[in-house]
Protein backbone atom coordinates (compact mmCIF):
# COMPACT_ATOMS: atom_id res chain seq x y z
CA UNK A 1 0.00 0.00 0.00
CA UNK A 2 1.15 3.54 -0.79
CA UNK A 3 2.63 6.23 1.66
CA UNK A 4 1.57 8.71 -1.00
CA UNK A 5 4.54 10.38 -0.24
CA UNK A 6 6.85 8.11 2.25
CA UNK A 7 9.73 9.48 3.03
CA UNK A 8 11.01 12.79 0.41
CA UNK A 9 12.96 11.79 -2.27
CA UNK A 10 16.67 11.89 -1.66
CA UNK A 11 19.75 13.32 -4.11
CA UNK A 12 20.26 10.87 -6.89
CA UNK A 13 17.77 8.56 -5.54
CA UNK A 14 15.80 6.42 -8.48
CA UNK A 15 12.36 7.61 -9.13
CA UNK A 16 9.72 5.43 -10.42
CA UNK A 17 8.10 7.17 -13.44
CA UNK A 18 8.67 9.96 -15.44
CA UNK A 19 5.68 13.11 -15.93
CA UNK A 20 5.84 15.39 -19.16
CA UNK A 21 4.19 18.23 -18.81
CA UNK A 22 0.67 19.32 -19.87
CA UNK A 23 0.87 20.27 -23.79
CA UNK A 24 1.05 24.42 -24.03
CA UNK A 25 -2.02 25.75 -24.65
CA UNK A 26 -1.51 28.13 -28.63
CA UNK A 27 -3.04 31.39 -28.60
CA UNK A 28 -5.38 32.58 -31.92
CA UNK A 29 -5.91 35.44 -33.38
CA UNK A 30 -8.98 36.89 -32.57
CA UNK A 31 -9.93 34.41 -29.64
CA UNK A 32 -12.83 35.75 -27.64
CA UNK A 33 -11.65 33.81 -24.42
CA UNK A 34 -8.16 33.69 -24.27
CA UNK A 35 -6.66 37.47 -23.39
CA UNK A 36 -3.28 38.47 -22.55
CA UNK A 37 -2.82 37.71 -18.92
CA UNK A 38 -0.26 40.30 -17.04
CA UNK A 39 2.82 39.31 -15.65
CA UNK A 40 2.57 37.46 -12.34
CA UNK A 41 5.06 37.14 -9.54
CA UNK A 42 5.37 34.50 -6.47
CA UNK A 43 4.16 35.62 -3.30
CA UNK A 44 6.09 34.85 -0.29
CA UNK A 45 3.97 33.47 2.16
CA UNK A 46 3.83 31.85 5.57
CA UNK A 47 4.42 28.24 6.28
CA UNK A 48 1.23 26.37 7.21
CA UNK A 49 0.90 25.64 10.96
CA UNK A 50 1.17 21.75 11.48
CA UNK A 51 -1.56 19.67 10.73
CA UNK A 52 -3.75 18.08 13.86
CA UNK A 53 -2.66 13.81 14.78
CA UNK A 54 -5.57 12.21 12.83
CA UNK A 55 -8.08 10.02 15.75
CA UNK A 56 -6.48 6.60 16.04
CA UNK A 57 -2.75 8.05 15.78
CA UNK A 58 -1.02 6.17 18.20
CA UNK A 59 -3.12 3.12 18.29
CA UNK A 60 -1.97 -0.22 19.31
CA UNK A 61 -3.97 -2.76 17.05
CA UNK A 62 -3.88 -6.50 18.13
CA UNK A 63 -1.36 -6.08 20.72
CA UNK A 64 1.27 -5.18 17.65
CA UNK A 65 0.69 -3.20 15.08
CA UNK A 66 1.02 0.93 16.08
CA UNK A 67 -1.08 3.22 13.97
CA UNK A 68 1.19 5.76 12.96
CA UNK A 69 -0.54 8.24 10.38
CA UNK A 70 -3.09 7.99 8.14
CA UNK A 71 -2.39 7.43 4.60
CA UNK A 72 -6.32 7.77 2.88
CA UNK A 73 -9.29 6.09 2.68
CA UNK A 74 -11.77 4.52 0.32
CA UNK A 75 -15.58 2.92 0.64
CA UNK A 76 -14.46 -0.29 2.19
CA UNK A 77 -11.46 0.85 4.63
CA UNK A 78 -8.87 3.55 5.89
CA UNK A 79 -5.28 2.48 5.13
CA UNK A 80 -2.77 3.31 7.69
CA UNK A 81 0.99 4.15 8.09
CA UNK A 82 1.96 1.67 11.03
CA UNK A 83 5.07 0.34 12.68
CA UNK A 84 4.77 -3.57 13.42
CA UNK A 85 6.40 -3.85 16.60
CA UNK A 86 7.15 -7.29 17.10
CA UNK A 87 9.65 -6.84 14.02
CA UNK A 88 10.39 -2.86 13.88
CA UNK A 89 9.26 -2.58 10.97
CA UNK A 90 6.78 -0.22 8.81
CA UNK A 91 3.64 -1.52 7.55
CA UNK A 92 0.41 -0.25 6.07
CA UNK A 93 -2.59 -1.26 7.95
CA UNK A 94 -6.36 -1.03 6.03
CA UNK A 95 -9.10 -0.53 8.69
CA UNK A 96 -12.41 -1.82 7.88
CA UNK A 97 -15.00 1.11 7.46
CA UNK A 98 -18.39 -0.40 7.80
CA UNK A 99 -21.56 2.24 8.71
CA UNK A 100 -22.86 1.47 11.84
CA UNK A 101 -26.32 1.91 10.29
CA UNK A 102 -25.85 -0.85 7.40
CA UNK A 103 -28.30 -4.05 8.06
CA UNK A 104 -26.15 -6.75 9.90
CA UNK A 105 -26.27 -9.08 7.07
CA UNK A 106 -24.12 -5.91 4.93
CA UNK A 107 -21.97 -5.55 7.33
CA UNK A 108 -21.16 -9.30 7.45
CA UNK A 109 -20.64 -9.02 3.39
CA UNK A 110 -18.49 -6.38 3.91
CA UNK A 111 -15.94 -7.90 6.50
CA UNK A 112 -16.09 -11.11 4.27
CA UNK A 113 -15.01 -9.02 1.18
CA UNK A 114 -11.86 -7.80 2.78
CA UNK A 115 -11.35 -11.41 4.40
CA UNK A 116 -11.29 -12.20 0.09
CA UNK A 117 -9.24 -9.10 -0.57
CA UNK A 118 -6.15 -10.59 2.08
CA UNK A 119 -6.86 -14.06 0.84
CA UNK A 120 -6.44 -12.94 -3.03
CA UNK A 121 -3.48 -10.99 -2.31
CA UNK A 122 -2.00 -13.55 -0.50
CA UNK A 123 -2.06 -16.08 -2.94
CA UNK A 124 -0.25 -14.11 -5.42
CA UNK A 125 3.30 -14.60 -5.67
CA UNK A 126 4.35 -11.20 -7.82
CA UNK A 127 6.69 -8.79 -7.45
CA UNK A 128 4.04 -6.43 -8.62
CA UNK A 129 1.44 -7.81 -6.45
CA UNK A 130 1.25 -6.00 -2.92
CA UNK A 131 2.63 -8.56 0.02
CA UNK A 132 -0.27 -9.46 2.28
CA UNK A 133 1.59 -10.16 5.58
CA UNK A 134 -1.42 -10.51 8.49
CA UNK A 135 -5.07 -10.33 9.02
CA UNK A 136 -5.83 -9.38 12.46
CA UNK A 137 -9.19 -9.53 13.61
CA UNK A 138 -10.46 -6.91 15.95
CA UNK A 139 -13.74 -7.34 17.83
CA UNK A 140 -14.68 -9.52 14.79
CA UNK A 141 -13.05 -7.18 12.49
CA UNK A 142 -10.53 -8.11 9.84
CA UNK A 143 -7.64 -5.54 9.81
CA UNK A 144 -5.05 -6.28 7.05
CA UNK A 145 -1.41 -5.74 7.04
CA UNK A 146 0.41 -5.49 3.85
CA UNK A 147 3.56 -4.24 3.28
CA UNK A 148 3.93 -0.61 2.71
CA UNK A 149 5.24 1.02 -0.41
CA UNK A 150 6.93 4.38 -0.64
CA UNK A 151 5.76 6.50 -3.57
CA UNK A 152 2.49 7.20 -5.24
CA UNK A 153 -0.31 6.07 -7.20
CA UNK A 154 -0.41 6.67 -10.65
CA UNK A 155 -3.47 8.34 -10.37
CA UNK A 156 -1.85 11.19 -8.24
CA UNK A 157 1.16 11.10 -10.59
CA UNK A 158 -1.72 11.98 -13.73
CA UNK A 159 -2.45 15.02 -11.89
CA UNK A 160 0.77 16.54 -13.53
CA UNK A 161 1.48 15.32 -16.67
CA UNK A 162 1.30 12.29 -18.63
CA UNK A 163 3.60 9.16 -19.43
CA UNK A 164 6.10 8.63 -22.45
CA UNK A 165 5.48 5.58 -24.53
CA UNK A 166 8.56 3.94 -22.89
CA UNK A 167 7.26 4.62 -19.36
CA UNK A 168 3.52 3.76 -19.83
CA UNK A 169 4.71 0.99 -21.66
CA UNK A 170 7.09 -0.20 -18.75
CA UNK A 171 4.26 0.28 -16.07
CA UNK A 172 1.66 -1.82 -18.06
CA UNK A 173 4.15 -4.57 -18.15
CA UNK A 174 4.31 -4.87 -14.96
CA UNK A 175 0.67 -4.25 -13.99
CA UNK A 176 0.36 -7.06 -17.37
CA UNK A 177 2.50 -9.28 -15.21
CA UNK A 178 0.47 -8.92 -11.92
CA UNK A 179 -2.55 -9.89 -13.76
CA UNK A 180 -1.48 -12.73 -15.63
CA UNK A 181 -0.47 -14.03 -11.93
CA UNK A 182 -3.51 -13.31 -11.01
CA UNK A 183 -5.62 -15.02 -13.31
CA UNK A 184 -3.53 -17.98 -13.26
CA UNK A 185 -4.55 -18.41 -9.96
CA UNK A 186 -8.44 -17.97 -10.40
CA UNK A 187 -8.45 -14.59 -9.57
CA UNK A 188 -10.22 -11.51 -11.27
CA UNK A 189 -8.96 -8.60 -9.81
CA UNK A 190 -11.63 -6.28 -11.13
CA UNK A 191 -10.99 -2.48 -10.55
CA UNK A 192 -7.51 -1.90 -12.20
CA UNK A 193 -7.33 1.66 -12.42
CA UNK A 194 -4.70 4.60 -11.95
CA UNK A 195 -5.42 4.77 -8.82
CA UNK A 196 -4.99 1.40 -7.89
CA UNK A 197 -1.34 1.39 -9.27
CA UNK A 198 1.31 2.58 -7.25
CA UNK A 199 4.44 3.27 -8.37
CA UNK A 200 7.46 2.89 -5.60
CA UNK A 201 10.95 3.43 -5.30
CA UNK A 202 13.38 1.96 -7.38
CA UNK A 203 11.10 1.90 -10.79
CA UNK A 204 8.84 -0.99 -8.74
CA UNK A 205 5.32 -0.93 -10.28
CA UNK A 206 2.62 -2.70 -7.64
CA UNK A 207 -1.01 -3.92 -8.16
CA UNK A 208 -2.92 -3.06 -4.97
CA UNK A 209 -6.67 -3.11 -3.68
CA UNK A 210 -8.33 -6.61 -4.80
CA UNK A 211 -11.16 -5.64 -2.60
CA UNK A 212 -13.85 -6.54 -5.16
CA UNK A 213 -11.56 -9.23 -6.78
CA UNK A 214 -13.49 -12.57 -7.63
CA UNK A 215 -11.92 -15.62 -6.56
CA UNK A 216 -12.77 -19.32 -9.38
CA UNK A 217 -15.26 -21.20 -6.55
CA UNK A 218 -16.05 -18.53 -4.53
CA UNK A 219 -19.42 -17.32 -3.41
CA UNK A 220 -20.43 -13.77 -5.07
CA UNK A 221 -20.61 -11.29 -2.63
CA UNK A 222 -22.48 -8.85 -4.67
CA UNK A 223 -26.41 -8.33 -4.17
CA UNK A 224 -28.55 -8.81 -7.36
CA UNK A 225 -28.63 -5.53 -9.44
CA UNK A 226 -25.07 -4.11 -7.65
CA UNK A 227 -22.27 -2.88 -9.27
CA UNK A 228 -18.87 -2.41 -8.04
CA UNK A 229 -16.06 -1.40 -9.79
CA UNK A 230 -14.99 2.31 -11.03
CA UNK A 231 -17.15 3.00 -14.21
CA UNK A 232 -14.31 4.61 -16.20
CA UNK A 233 -12.42 1.54 -16.22
CA UNK A 234 -15.14 -1.40 -16.33
CA UNK A 235 -15.63 -3.57 -19.49
CA UNK A 236 -18.86 -3.20 -21.38
CA UNK A 237 -19.51 -6.82 -20.86
CA UNK A 238 -19.70 -6.03 -17.16
CA UNK A 239 -21.85 -3.13 -17.74
CA UNK A 240 -24.31 -5.69 -19.09
CA UNK A 241 -24.26 -8.00 -16.67
CA UNK A 242 -21.88 -10.75 -18.50
CA UNK A 243 -19.82 -13.28 -16.53
CA UNK A 244 -16.46 -11.43 -16.67
CA UNK A 245 -12.74 -13.23 -17.68
CA UNK A 246 -9.32 -12.14 -17.57
CA UNK A 247 -10.20 -10.14 -21.19
CA UNK A 248 -11.94 -8.14 -18.74
CA UNK A 249 -9.33 -6.99 -16.42
CA UNK A 250 -7.26 -6.24 -20.10
CA UNK A 251 -10.21 -4.13 -20.71
CA UNK A 252 -9.04 -2.35 -17.55
CA UNK A 253 -5.53 -1.98 -18.81
CA UNK A 254 -6.31 -0.67 -21.85
CA UNK A 255 -8.26 2.26 -19.96
CA UNK A 256 -5.49 2.45 -17.58
CA UNK A 257 -2.58 2.55 -20.46
CA UNK A 258 -5.18 5.38 -22.47
CA UNK A 259 -4.87 7.55 -19.45
CA UNK A 260 -1.61 7.28 -19.30
CA UNK A 261 -0.93 8.73 -22.46
CA UNK A 262 -3.34 11.37 -22.46
CA UNK A 263 -4.05 12.47 -19.20
CA UNK A 264 -7.61 11.11 -18.98
CA UNK A 265 -9.98 8.01 -19.19
CA UNK A 266 -11.01 8.23 -23.11
CA UNK A 267 -14.76 7.07 -21.41
CA UNK A 268 -15.25 10.02 -18.87
CA UNK A 269 -18.42 12.04 -18.80
CA UNK A 270 -20.29 14.39 -15.65
CA UNK A 271 -22.10 10.95 -13.92
CA UNK A 272 -22.13 7.53 -14.09
CA UNK A 273 -25.12 6.66 -16.48
CA UNK A 274 -23.01 8.68 -19.00
CA UNK A 275 -20.01 6.71 -18.27
CA UNK A 276 -21.53 3.61 -18.74
CA UNK A 277 -23.04 4.66 -21.98
CA UNK A 278 -20.19 5.72 -22.91
CA UNK A 279 -18.33 2.55 -22.29
CA UNK A 280 -20.90 0.32 -24.41
CA UNK A 281 -21.35 3.16 -26.95
CA UNK A 282 -18.39 5.19 -27.58
CA UNK A 283 -15.44 4.32 -29.60
CA UNK A 284 -12.41 6.35 -28.09
CA UNK A 285 -10.38 8.24 -31.02
CA UNK A 286 -6.84 7.19 -31.47
CA UNK A 287 -4.75 8.18 -28.37
CA UNK A 288 -2.13 11.35 -29.85
CA UNK A 289 0.78 10.52 -27.96
CA UNK A 290 0.79 6.79 -27.94
CA UNK A 291 1.97 5.52 -31.58
CA UNK A 292 3.17 2.21 -32.82
CA UNK A 293 2.83 -0.79 -30.81
CA UNK A 294 1.48 0.55 -27.73
CA UNK A 295 -1.65 2.40 -29.95
CA UNK A 296 -2.08 -1.18 -31.10
CA UNK A 297 -1.96 -2.48 -28.08
CA UNK A 298 -4.64 0.11 -26.57
CA UNK A 299 -6.69 -0.29 -29.79
CA UNK A 300 -7.03 -3.92 -29.11
CA UNK A 301 -7.74 -3.57 -25.44
CA UNK A 302 -10.54 -1.51 -26.13
CA UNK A 303 -12.38 -3.74 -28.46
CA UNK A 304 -15.94 -3.92 -27.32
CA UNK A 305 -16.02 -7.83 -28.21
CA UNK A 306 -13.88 -9.27 -25.33
CA UNK A 307 -13.36 -12.31 -27.63
CA UNK A 308 -11.73 -10.27 -30.56
CA UNK A 309 -9.37 -8.75 -27.85
CA UNK A 310 -5.52 -9.48 -27.61
CA UNK A 311 -4.15 -12.36 -25.12
CA UNK A 312 -1.73 -11.86 -22.43
CA UNK A 313 1.21 -13.11 -24.95
CA UNK A 314 0.01 -10.61 -27.73
CA UNK A 315 -0.28 -7.40 -25.42
CA UNK A 316 3.22 -8.20 -24.06
CA UNK A 317 5.19 -8.58 -26.99
CA UNK A 318 3.41 -4.91 -27.87
CA UNK A 319 4.51 -3.57 -24.70
CA UNK A 320 7.86 -4.88 -24.98
CA UNK A 321 8.14 -3.81 -27.91
CA UNK A 322 7.20 -0.24 -27.02
CA UNK A 323 9.23 -0.03 -23.92
CA UNK A 324 12.28 -0.82 -26.66
CA UNK A 325 11.59 2.26 -28.64
CA UNK A 326 13.50 5.40 -28.59
CA UNK A 327 12.70 8.14 -26.89
CA UNK A 328 10.95 11.08 -28.95
CA UNK A 329 12.80 13.80 -30.38
CA UNK A 330 11.67 17.43 -29.94
CA UNK A 331 12.19 19.74 -32.47
CA UNK A 332 11.66 23.55 -32.03
CA UNK A 333 8.97 24.97 -34.20
CA UNK A 334 8.06 28.48 -34.29
CA UNK A 335 4.78 29.21 -32.38
CA UNK A 336 5.42 25.58 -30.48
CA UNK A 337 7.31 24.79 -27.24
CA UNK A 338 8.06 21.39 -28.79
CA UNK A 339 6.87 18.62 -30.65
CA UNK A 340 7.68 15.24 -29.74
CA UNK A 341 7.57 12.87 -32.65
CA UNK A 342 7.11 9.00 -32.26
CA UNK A 343 10.21 5.99 -32.62
CA UNK A 344 12.88 8.84 -32.71
CA UNK A 345 12.32 9.12 -36.64
CA UNK A 346 11.52 12.44 -38.24
CA UNK A 347 8.69 11.88 -40.94
CA UNK A 348 6.99 13.62 -43.02
CA UNK A 349 3.85 15.37 -42.19
CA UNK A 350 1.92 14.24 -44.90
CA UNK A 351 2.84 10.83 -44.14
CA UNK A 352 1.92 10.72 -40.43
CA UNK A 353 -1.72 12.45 -41.12
CA UNK A 354 -1.87 9.96 -43.93
CA UNK A 355 -1.30 7.28 -41.14
CA UNK A 356 -3.57 8.73 -38.48
CA UNK A 357 -6.62 9.01 -41.04
CA UNK A 358 -5.79 4.60 -42.25
CA UNK A 359 -5.94 4.16 -37.83
CA UNK A 360 -8.77 6.45 -37.51
CA UNK A 361 -10.81 4.53 -40.30
CA UNK A 362 -10.04 1.28 -39.48
CA UNK A 363 -11.17 1.37 -35.67
CA UNK A 364 -14.75 2.97 -36.82
CA UNK A 365 -14.97 0.39 -39.74
CA UNK A 366 -14.02 -2.09 -37.59
CA UNK A 367 -15.73 -1.07 -34.21
CA UNK A 368 -19.57 -2.25 -35.01
CA UNK A 369 -20.24 -0.19 -31.57
CA UNK A 370 -18.35 2.84 -33.07
CA UNK A 371 -19.85 6.13 -31.83
CA UNK A 372 -20.89 9.97 -32.96
CA UNK A 373 -17.56 11.09 -33.01
CA UNK A 374 -15.35 10.62 -36.15
CA UNK A 375 -12.22 9.46 -35.92
CA UNK A 376 -9.63 11.75 -34.51
CA UNK A 377 -11.85 13.19 -31.95
CA UNK A 378 -12.30 13.16 -27.67
CA UNK A 379 -14.46 13.90 -25.63
CA UNK A 380 -13.47 16.33 -23.05
CA UNK A 381 -15.40 17.03 -19.59
CA UNK A 382 -15.34 20.63 -18.23
CA UNK A 383 -16.56 20.03 -14.86
CA UNK A 384 -16.00 23.53 -14.02
CA UNK A 385 -18.25 24.12 -16.82
CA UNK A 386 -20.93 21.31 -16.32
CA UNK A 387 -20.18 20.31 -20.14
CA UNK A 388 -18.79 18.03 -22.25
CA UNK A 389 -16.97 19.31 -25.25
CA UNK A 390 -16.23 17.05 -28.77
CA UNK A 391 -12.77 18.45 -29.67
CA UNK A 392 -10.03 17.02 -31.99
CA UNK A 393 -7.27 15.07 -29.97
CA UNK A 394 -4.63 16.90 -30.91
CA UNK A 395 -6.11 20.41 -29.96
CA UNK A 396 -4.53 21.98 -27.03
CA UNK A 397 -6.47 23.58 -24.57
CA UNK A 398 -6.51 27.32 -22.91
CA UNK A 399 -7.87 27.99 -19.81
CA UNK A 400 -8.14 31.09 -17.27
CA UNK A 401 -5.62 32.18 -14.97
CA UNK A 402 -5.35 32.44 -11.46
CA UNK A 403 -6.07 36.15 -12.00
CA UNK A 404 -8.60 35.99 -14.76
CA UNK A 405 -11.59 37.72 -13.15
CA UNK A 406 -13.79 35.23 -15.78
CA UNK A 407 -12.82 31.61 -15.01
CA UNK A 408 -16.31 30.56 -17.16
CA UNK A 409 -14.54 29.20 -20.14
CA UNK A 410 -11.92 26.90 -22.18
CA UNK A 411 -10.74 27.16 -25.74
CA UNK A 412 -8.98 24.44 -27.91
CA UNK A 413 -6.55 25.06 -30.68
CA UNK A 414 -5.38 23.40 -33.59
CA UNK A 415 -1.34 23.70 -33.46
CA UNK A 416 -1.60 25.97 -36.71
CA UNK A 417 -3.69 28.47 -34.92
CA UNK A 418 -6.35 28.45 -37.48
CA UNK A 419 -8.70 26.51 -35.93
CA UNK A 420 -10.18 26.93 -32.50
CA UNK A 421 -13.00 25.79 -30.29
CA UNK A 422 -14.52 27.73 -27.21
CA UNK A 423 -16.97 27.47 -24.75
CA UNK A 424 -18.25 29.93 -22.43
CA UNK A 425 -20.39 29.85 -19.41
CA UNK A 426 -22.62 33.13 -18.01
CA UNK A 427 -24.07 31.95 -14.71
CA UNK A 428 -27.05 33.31 -13.69
CA UNK A 429 -26.11 32.86 -10.12
CA UNK A 430 -23.25 35.59 -11.38
CA UNK A 431 -25.51 37.56 -13.43
CA UNK A 432 -25.80 41.04 -10.98
CA UNK A 433 -25.79 43.23 -14.28
CA UNK A 434 -28.71 41.40 -15.70
CA UNK A 435 -26.53 41.02 -18.91
CA UNK A 436 -28.58 37.76 -19.95
CA UNK A 437 -30.82 37.53 -22.41
CA UNK A 438 -34.29 35.93 -21.83
CA UNK A 439 -34.14 32.91 -24.36
CA UNK A 440 -30.97 31.66 -26.53
CA UNK A 441 -32.70 33.93 -29.48
CA UNK A 442 -32.77 36.61 -27.76
CA UNK A 443 -28.47 36.56 -26.54
CA UNK A 444 -27.61 36.09 -30.21
CA UNK A 445 -29.73 38.81 -31.61
CA UNK A 446 -28.20 41.14 -29.13
CA UNK A 447 -24.95 39.59 -30.17
CA UNK A 448 -25.76 40.44 -33.72
CA UNK A 449 -26.18 44.30 -33.11
CA UNK A 450 -22.82 44.20 -31.41
CA UNK A 451 -20.78 43.07 -34.22
CA UNK A 452 -22.93 45.07 -36.64
CA UNK A 453 -22.64 48.26 -34.70
CA UNK A 454 -19.19 47.94 -33.10
CA UNK A 455 -17.21 44.74 -33.25
CA UNK A 456 -17.59 42.26 -30.45
CA UNK A 457 -15.72 39.70 -28.63
CA UNK A 458 -12.37 41.47 -29.06
CA UNK A 459 -12.61 39.73 -32.89
CA UNK A 460 -10.59 43.09 -34.54
CA UNK A 461 -14.05 42.88 -36.95
CA UNK A 462 -15.10 45.85 -38.90
CA UNK A 463 -18.59 47.47 -38.58
CA UNK A 464 -21.29 45.15 -40.55
CA UNK A 465 -19.84 41.59 -40.73
CA UNK A 466 -22.37 39.41 -42.56
CA UNK A 467 -24.34 36.88 -40.23
CA UNK A 468 -26.87 34.60 -41.25
CA UNK A 469 -29.00 34.10 -37.57
CA UNK A 470 -31.11 30.89 -36.88
CA UNK A 471 -33.52 31.28 -34.21
CA UNK A 472 -35.58 28.00 -34.62
CA UNK A 473 -32.99 25.16 -33.83
CA UNK A 474 -33.47 22.73 -30.77
CA UNK A 475 -31.03 21.51 -28.40
CA UNK A 476 -32.37 18.00 -26.78
CA UNK A 477 -35.67 19.36 -27.28
CA UNK A 478 -35.06 22.70 -25.74
CA UNK A 479 -34.99 26.28 -27.66
CA UNK A 480 -31.52 27.16 -29.03
CA UNK A 481 -29.98 29.13 -31.74
CA UNK A 482 -27.31 29.52 -34.25
CA UNK A 483 -25.00 32.42 -35.74
CA UNK A 484 -22.48 32.28 -38.37
CA UNK A 485 -20.53 35.48 -38.42
CA UNK A 486 -18.27 36.31 -42.03
CA UNK A 487 -16.11 39.21 -41.37
CA UNK A 488 -12.56 40.28 -42.59
CA UNK A 489 -10.17 41.32 -40.05
CA UNK A 490 -9.04 45.19 -39.19
CA UNK A 491 -5.94 44.62 -40.19
CA UNK A 492 -4.27 46.90 -42.18
CA UNK A 493 -1.40 45.51 -42.80
CA UNK A 494 -2.71 41.69 -43.74
CA UNK A 495 -6.83 41.50 -43.73
CA UNK A 496 -7.84 38.06 -43.38
CA UNK A 497 -11.41 36.33 -43.93
CA UNK A 498 -12.39 35.00 -40.99
CA UNK A 499 -15.66 33.07 -40.13
CA UNK A 500 -17.53 32.28 -36.78
CA UNK A 501 -19.84 29.73 -36.07
CA UNK A 502 -21.95 30.26 -32.72
CA UNK A 503 -24.20 28.23 -30.38
CA UNK A 504 -26.42 29.37 -27.67
CA UNK A 505 -28.36 27.47 -25.38
CA UNK A 506 -30.06 28.51 -21.82
CA UNK A 507 -30.62 26.11 -19.32
CA UNK A 508 -33.34 25.69 -17.15
CA UNK A 509 -31.38 27.48 -14.45
CA UNK A 510 -30.67 30.60 -16.60
CA UNK A 511 -27.64 30.14 -17.08
CA UNK A 512 -26.03 30.64 -20.96
CA UNK A 513 -23.53 28.57 -22.65
CA UNK A 514 -21.78 29.64 -26.12
CA UNK A 515 -20.24 27.19 -28.57
CA UNK A 516 -17.89 29.31 -30.38
CA UNK A 517 -15.55 27.85 -33.40
CA UNK A 518 -13.81 30.17 -35.09
CA UNK A 519 -11.89 29.07 -38.43
CA UNK A 520 -10.64 30.88 -41.94
CA UNK A 521 -13.28 32.70 -44.14
CA UNK A 522 -11.50 31.45 -47.05
CA UNK A 523 -9.00 28.88 -48.58
CA UNK A 524 -7.77 25.20 -47.37
CA UNK A 525 -9.39 25.46 -43.66
CA UNK A 526 -12.49 27.00 -44.28
CA UNK A 527 -14.52 23.55 -44.88
CA UNK A 528 -12.67 21.72 -42.48
CA UNK A 529 -13.52 24.68 -40.15
CA UNK A 530 -17.22 24.70 -40.96
CA UNK A 531 -16.66 20.26 -40.42
CA UNK A 532 -15.26 21.02 -36.81
CA UNK A 533 -17.99 23.30 -36.00
CA UNK A 534 -20.81 20.93 -37.24
CA UNK A 535 -19.07 18.16 -34.94
CA UNK A 536 -18.81 20.22 -31.87
CA UNK A 537 -21.89 21.15 -32.08
CA UNK A 538 -23.72 18.04 -32.67
CA UNK A 539 -21.37 15.98 -29.60
CA UNK A 540 -22.14 18.96 -26.81
CA UNK A 541 -23.39 17.67 -23.47
CA UNK A 542 -24.64 19.70 -21.14
CA UNK A 543 -25.00 18.59 -17.74
CA UNK A 544 -27.97 20.39 -16.49
CA UNK A 545 -30.77 21.01 -19.62
Known amino acids: MSDHGGAPQQAGEPTSFGLQPPRPAVPYPGNPYARPQPETHAVPTRAAPEAPRDPGTGRLVAGRYRLLAKLGHGGMGTVWRAKDETVDREVAVKEPRVPDHLPEREQANAYERMRREARAAARLDHPAVVDVHDVAVVDGRPWIVMELVRGRSLGDALQEGTLGVREAARIGLEVLGALEAAHAAGVLHRDVKPDNILLGRYDRVVLTDFGIAQIEGET ?298 SYPGKGDFTERGREVARTAMANLEIDTL
Open 220 to 517: KLTETGGFVGSPEYIAPERVLGRRPGPESDLWSLGVVLYAATEGVSPFRRTNTPAILQSVLNSTPAPPASARGPLADAIGGLLNKDPARRPNAAEVRRLLQEAAREPAPVRIAVPGRKGVRLGRGTLLAAGAAVVAAAVVAAYLVVADPFAGPLPGGWRQQPEKALGAILAVPADYQPSRPKKDDTDKNWVTYTDWSGSISIGLHLARKSQDTSHQIKDSSAAEMYADNDAFKNSGAYQFDMPKSPRTAPKDDITYHDRKAAENTVAYTTDDSLNPRPRELTIFYYKNSRGDMYKLTV
